[in-house]
């Protein structure tokens, strides 16, 4: 499968954005997904994941409250809700596809929250 990014752009601290992850080829709701970021100087860290249906999700103590994390398995695409942005928050966000032992990656998009 393979995955497109987009959404990122620049916001002022406490502003939202919208991710999105578009997955094309492949059967899209076999797949896990995750979204990570990675600041700069920094590896990059998972933010929020999300199971094969949506059923399940996963938040990091900073995302919980703040993200949402959902998927459409209809329209491919995994979106990740952003509010209450912190500069903290600023990154390159890449969204992962999982299923088994196979794993995508897609490009990333460029997040930064402005003090």
């Known amino acids: 499968v393979q995955l497109q990014a987009s959404g990122g752009g620049t916001v002022q601290a406490g502003g939202s954005l919208r991710l999105d992850c578009v997955g094309s080829?492949?059967?899209?709701?076999?797949?896990?997904i995750g979204w990570f970021r990675q600041a700069l100087g920094t590896e990059r860290s998972v933010v929020a994941a999300?199971?094969?249906?949506?059923?399940?999700?996963f938040y990091t103590d900073s995302a919980k409250g703040r993200f949402t994390i959902s998927k459409d398995n209809a329209k491919r695409t995994v979106y990740l809700q952003m509010s209450s942005l912190k500069s903290e928050d600023t990154g390159v966000y890449s969204c992962?596809?999982?299923?088994?032992?196979?794993?995508?990656w897609g490009q990333g998009t460029q997040v930064t929250v402005s003090s």
């Open positions: 999300i199971s094969r249906t949506g059923g399940r999700t």
């Open positions: 080829g492949g059967i899209f709701s076999n797949y896990s």
């Open positions: 992962n596809a999982w299923w088994g032992t196979a794993s995508f």
